[in-house]
């Protein structure tokens, strides 16, 4: 029986015995929500006379936004960035197989690749919403491969690429199109590249600072130009120094435009950041910080050596190496997992670990008016947690997605 014709038929679903993350705390009240979005029960009981058609016991449970990773490069034995037909249904896999971290939205992340993976890739995955198919896909986030050669990381040399022809021509050349890409990845030293920053904010696209050797004044001028994040703070830049605090001197930078806001992505897995540097950077900057898992392929698969492209990787624990090696191949954390280790290693709060997955990626990628957050008419992706935040069960649009 629909709640009130004259408003919508949907059923409303009342979530009860739960404490959800709203303006920044957790309060004990309960969660309304109708046609995939949160209601305002004042609403719905004053002006509409409704009720709730449905009730979902939390049993004490807390309530999140539905986690966000902007950056994630693959998992499950997937990886995003191998040029393949089938792109769309390694992504799929992978958003089906994170809901039980909590994620409910991603950004499939594409490390530096020759421009034909590009070109195959690109076009096969489009943004939608999530649903009990797997989390939501953003748009792509491309990590390179306009980056520099000192601070390459794992990123393959080969394909590395400067702004030679002029700038937006060279990435047009490269990605082929940017009709389903949320984030770019550069190095804000290389010639030519603030105008590509801001060619790119103007069609919306969020520019990330990583992989550079830049100084403080050049990333600085990078923000001024409309770059709004950095890419695994600490890892694949300069480390901090006194007299020129390079990249990560933008966390307490008073060049920083008025009302805008530099966010950065932190790898909280106990192995890429030790747990001082997080300290710092949380306790400098707490409103900026956002995790992320930099997961690669061998996310999710069980310990001992797998066959990953043209490597053996070799699972120990939470460590990825080469095997016979002792060199990391990148996280294998899952979202959940940094977000508690986040908490235990930072001293933080319950909600600013729960914000740093949820609100912050939002408000990075302009999507706090329906995502990462509770407020009414907010998209309804949740995430139920017990109190040491493992996950219980994950909603999407109103709809159990997942659960324990």
Not at 142 to 164: C, D, N, V, W, Y
Not at 192 to 206: A, E, W
Request: hydrophobic share 40%.
């Amino acid at each position: 029986m629909p709640s009130n014709k004259s408003v919508s038929d949907a059923p409303i679903t009342q979530f009860i015995n739960c404490r959800i993350l709203r303006d920044h705390c957790l309060q004990r009240e309960d969660l309304w929500v109708r046609d995939g979005k949160i209601l305002d029960p004042e609403k719905l009981f004053f002006d509409e006379h409704g009720y709730a058609d449905k009730c979902v016991d939390c049993e004490g449970s807390i309530i999140a936004p539905g986690f966000i990773d902007v950056q994630i490069n693959g998992g499950y034995g997937i990886d995003f960035s191998q040029a393949c037909d089938d792109a769309g249904s390694g992504v799929s896999l992978v958003a089906k197989k994170i809901l039980e971290h909590g994620v409910t939205s991603f950004c499939p992340t594409l490390v530096t690749s020759p421009p034909h993976v590009y070109h195959k890739v690109l076009p096969q995955v489009k943004v939608h919403d999530g649903g009990a198919h797997g989390a939501g896909v953003l748009g792509f986030h491309l990590e390179g491969p306009f980056i520099s050669l000192e601070k390459k990381g794992a990123h393959p040399e080969q394909f590395l690429r400067t702004f030679s022809s002029g700038g937006f021509r060279d990435l047009m050349e490269t990605y082929g199109g940017l009709d389903s890409v949320a984030m770019v990845t550069l190095a804000p030293e290389l010639d030519g590249s603030q105008s590509v920053i801001r060619d790119l904010c103007q069609k919306g696209i969020t520019v990330s600072l990583g992989h550079s050797v830049a100084n403080m004044s050049q990333a600085e001028e990078a923000v001024q130009h409309g770059a709004s994040f950095i890419t695994h703070l600490f890892n694949a830049m300069l480390p901090f120094h006194h007299r020129d605090p390079g990249i990560v001197g933008l966390l307490t930078s008073d060049q920083v435009p008025a009302g805008r806001t530099v966010y950065y992505g932190m790898i909280a897995d106990g192995i890429h950041t030790n747990p001082a540097a997080l300290r710092i950077a949380h306790r400098a900057h707490p409103s900026g910080l956002v995790l992320v898992t930099d997961a690669i392929t061998a996310m999710g698969l069980p310990p001992g050596r797998h066959t990953l492209g043209q490597l053996v990787i070799e699972i120990q624990g939470l460590h990825a190496y080469v095997a016979g090696t002792k060199t990391l191949s990148g996280s294998i954390a899952t979202m959940d997992m940094c977000v508690r280790h986040f908490k235990h290693a930072s001293g933080c709060s319950v909600e600013e670990a729960l914000e740093a997955a949820s609100l912050h990626p939002a408000q990075l990628l302009g999507l706090s008016h329906r995502k990462g957050n509770l407020d009414f008419g907010s998209d309804a992706d949740l995430v139920l947690l017990d109190d040491t935040l493992n996950v219980k069960a994950t909603f999407i649009s109103g709809e159990e997605v997942w659960r324990k």
